[in-house]
């Protein structure tokens, strides 16, 4: 694939999980990761000084969420059900995906940055808004498509206002 033929099938992957994800195609959203995955939100502080750069906790630190495929696969079941009090009834969410760069190639995997803003609305009266970056490890699954084999979502957010975590990124 051309460099241009590479972006545009990443960029077409992005778009059709985030309509897995407003569609509430959880099961589907899911088949997009590798075995291997890890799906990582550290927390981020404010900093000043010389501890600027230094905002997000390390892997294996505190995080918002640490997953693997087993863990993603049952925060899914769990949806499911129809009884995760933070999704009951389910929110309505819009993902949008933007500047999606290939940050490098090695061999065949790509290290992608995408920003995110995901909207929120919940019951009557809850609206929330989400933005942030995603770095992705992605391997190829076949000759258009991926598989994310690393996420790290990197929140703007060093204070979290929102009621809770409980939809995808």
């Known amino acids: ?28 959203w899911l088949s997009g990761f590798d075995e291997t995955v890890r799906y990582w939100m550290p927390i981020v502080s404010n900093r000043i000084g010389r501890d600027v750069g230094r905002e997000l906790t390390q892997p294996g ?63 009557e009266i809850d609206q929330e808004i989400f933005s942030g970056t995603r770095i992705d490890k992605l391997r190829p699954d076949t000759e258009t498509t991926w598989k994310i084999m690393d996420r790290s979502i990197i929140l703007d957010h060093a204070v979290l206002t929102q009621k809770s975590l409980g939809i995808f990124f």
């Not at 051309?2 to 309509?19: A, C, G, I, P």
């Not at 505190?62 to 009090?85: C, I, M, P, Y």
């Not at 760069?101 to 790509?110: P, Y």
Request: charged content about 25%.
């Open 1 to 28: 694939m051309t460099d241009l033929e590479t972006w545009f099938s990443v960029n077409q992957f992005y778009t059709k999980e985030s309509r897995y994800l407003d569609d509430l195609e959880f099961t589907n």
């Open 61 to 123: 630190e505190l995080a918002h969420f640490e997953d693997d495929h087993t863990s993603l696969t049952n925060r899914v079941k769990r949806l499911q059900t129809g009884r995760a009090w933070a999704e009951t009834p389910p929110g309505r969410t819009n993902h949008m995906i933007s500047n999606v760069e290939i940050m490098e190639r090695d061999g065949v995997q790509l290290k992608v940055r995408s920003q995110f803003l995901i909207y929120r609305s919940h019951m």
